[in-house]
């Protein structure tokens, strides 16, 4: 089927058309014609009507079973595509009224044939296209629609002050007096004539109006002042040293604070390191009599969770030879480290007391340093109380050899 859908009998240049070049059903141009067999030429529309109402030719009655049946007659279309035609870009385009076209003093003023119409249209510069910004919609002419583009409220455009350049037309004024950093506005305290991204600054840092708190907030004083009278009130108001003494003590019990926890954190330091315990031994009278040289009674603990020892107390000595007490560190864990540990046989009378240190490097797991006491210690000189006898002792490691290489 042909292009039919210009109404080419409005378009026509000579409205005056030879009646054969016309249906004889409905008299409009036949710009697509269709015949029976006996030449009976009328046009598609009116085919379609009479064929649906019977299947036979309206002049001749020639069965016609369907419009595939009919042929066309070449000869007039022809002779009508070489009738001259309006472009139909010379009227305004008007959907709600087909039937009527009305003419555009801006529009296309060429005059074609029917046959010419589909190449000129392909080029003609007077159809209508899409503005090509988003959100626009319109029609325009081709031949205009770049002028319209350029004033469209749709088109984008850079604002010459601050150079964001993704605002559409439209918003523009908005952008001016709502956004933009770089319009100037009154600050609303002062009335200061100000670029709007300055603004924030100048309330929190410069503008005199601005309500402040007072200095020695802190200390006491609960006023709130115009930034340009602060000075005044500072010398005007009677109780500010009381409020400055506030402050300077608030600022020394901080300090305090900071020294003792820096000093926990010492400590604590120290701590992971060190170990000091006491160790109290009842029925001592029996022990000597129980654990014969060699024999010792065991205590264990751990100095940190990756490091544990144990001690031994002989009490009748690790020989037959010297029966003296002799106690000993024993280091249960791998590391090579270098010890520092005490022990004191307690007595009654403290400054009595009998110590003994050593500093030594524990090699491998289960490593020991052993210490003598040579004295004597019973109930009669203050060392046994309650046939009891205490041990204090404190173990220092002041070296940790976590990673040991050996070449050999
Ligand atoms: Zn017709
Ligand atoms: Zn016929
Ligand atoms: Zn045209
Ligand atoms: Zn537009
Ligand atoms: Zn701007
Ligand atoms: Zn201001
Ligand atoms: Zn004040």
């Given at each position: 089927?042909?292009?039919?859908s210009y109404?080419?009998d409005e378009l026509?240049v000579?409205k005056?058309?030879?009646?054969d070049y016309?249906?004889?059903?409905?008299?409009?141009l036949?710009?697509?014609?269709?015949?029976c067999?006996e030449?009976h030429?009328f046009?598609?529309?009116?085919?379609?009507?009479?064929?649906?109402?019977?299947?036979?030719?309206?002049m001749c009655?020639?069965?016609?079973?369907?419009?595939?049946?009919?042929?066309?007659?070449?000869?007039?279309?022809?002779e009508i595509?070489?009738?001259?035609?309006y472009c139909?870009?010379?009227?305004?385009?008007?959907?709600?009224?087909n039937d009527?076209?009305?003419e555009?003093e801006n529009?296309c003023?060429?005059?074609i044939t029917i046959?010419?119409?589909?190449?000129?249209?392909?080029?003609?510069?007077?159809n209508?296209v899409?503005?090509?910004?988003?959100?626009c919609?319109?029609?325009?002419r081709?031949?205009?629609?770049?002028?319209?583009?350029k004033?469209?409220?749709?088109?984008?455009?850079?604002?010459l002050?601050?150079?964001?350049?993704?605002i559409?037309?439209?918003?523009?004024k908005?952008?001016?007096?709502c956004?933009?950093s770089?319009?100037k506005t009154h600050?609303?305290?002062?009335?200061?004539l100000?670029?709007?991204?300055?603004?924030?600054?100048?309330?929190?840092?410069?503008?005199?109006?601005?309500l402040?708190p007072?200095?020695?907030k802190d200390?006491?004083c609960?006023?709130?002042?115009?930034?340009?009278?602060?000075?005044?009130?500072?010398?005007e108001?009677d109780?500010h040293h009381?409020y400055?003494l506030?402050?300077i003590?608030?600022?020394?019990?901080r300090?305090?604070q900071l020294?003792s926890?820096?000093?926990?954190m010492?400590?604590n330091?120290?701590?992971?390191?060190?170990?000091s315990?006491?160790w109290i031994?009842?029925?001592?009278?029996?022990k000597?009599q129980?654990?014969?040289?060699?024999k010792?009674?065991?205590?264990?603990?751990?100095?940190?969770?990756?490091?544990?020892?144990?001690?031994?107390?002989?009490?009748?000595g690790?020989?037959a030879?010297?029966g003296?007490?002799?106690?000993?560190?024993?280091?249960?864990?791998?590391i090579?480290?270098?010890i520092?540990f005490?022990?004191?046989?307690?007595n009654?009378?403290l400054?009595?007391s009998?110590?003994?240190v050593?500093?030594d490097?524990f090699k491998?797991?289960?490593?020991?340093?052993?210490?003598q006491f040579?004295?004597?210690?019973?109930?009669n000189?203050?060392?046994?109380?309650?046939?009891?006898i205490?041990?204090?002792?404190t173990?220092?490691?002041?070296?940790?050899?976590?990673?040991c290489?050996i070449?050999e």
């Amino acid at each position: 089927m042909e292009n039919n859908s210009y109404p080419y009998d409005e378009l026509l240049v000579n409205k005056d058309v030879d009646s054969d070049y016309c249906c004889p059903l409905c008299t409009l141009l036949l710009s697509v014609n269709l015949q029976c067999r006996e030449g009976h030429v009328f046009c598609v529309s009116c085919w379609n009507k009479q064929l649906e109402n019977k299947k036979e030719c309206v002049m001749c009655r020639c069965e016609v079973k369907s419009i595939a049946c009919l042929s066309k007659n070449r000869f007039l279309e022809k002779e009508i595509r070489k009738l001259n035609i309006y472009c139909p870009n010379r009227f305004l385009k008007d959907k709600d009224c087909n039937d009527c076209l009305i003419e555009d003093e801006n529009g296309c003023k060429s005059i074609i044939t029917i046959d010419q119409i589909d190449s000129h249209l392909k080029s003609c510069l007077y159809n209508y296209v899409n503005c090509s910004n988003p959100g626009c919609g319109e029609e325009h002419r081709a031949n205009t629609v770049g002028e319209h583009e350029k004033v469209c409220k749709y088109q984008i455009v850079s604002c010459l002050l601050c150079n964001d350049n993704n605002i559409q037309r439209k918003d523009l004024k908005y952008h001016y007096d709502c956004i933009c950093s770089k319009t100037k506005t009154h600050c609303k305290c002062c009335s200061t004539l100000i670029e709007r991204g300055q603004l924030p600054q100048h309330m929190a840092e410069e503008c005199g109006n601005v309500l402040i708190p007072c200095r020695y907030k802190d200390g006491g004083c609960d006023k709130y002042i115009p930034r340009c009278e602060l000075s005044k009130h500072l010398i005007e108001e009677d109780n500010h040293h009381k409020y400055i003494l506030n402050i300077i003590e608030q600022h020394k019990s901080r300090m305090d604070q900071l020294a003792s926890s820096i000093n926990s954190m010492k400590l604590n330091f120290e701590n992971q390191n060190r170990y000091s315990g006491k160790w109290i031994i009842s029925n001592w009278s029996e022990k000597l009599q129980q654990f014969p040289a060699k024999k010792f009674l065991p205590l264990s603990f751990n100095l940190s969770p990756m490091k544990p020892f144990s001690i031994r107390l002989y009490p009748n000595g690790t020989n037959a030879m010297w029966g003296n007490i002799t106690i000993s560190l024993v280091k249960e864990f791998i590391i090579e480290s270098k010890i520092k540990f005490s022990f004191e046989i307690e007595n009654v009378d403290l400054s009595k007391s009998e110590e003994q240190v050593k500093v030594d490097t524990f090699k491998c797991l289960n490593d020991s340093w052993s210490l003598q006491f040579f004295g004597t210690y019973d109930s009669n000189n203050g060392f046994i109380r309650d046939n009891s006898i205490t041990i204090n002792f404190t173990i220092i490691v002041e070296k940790c050899y976590e990673n040991c290489f050996i070449t050999e």
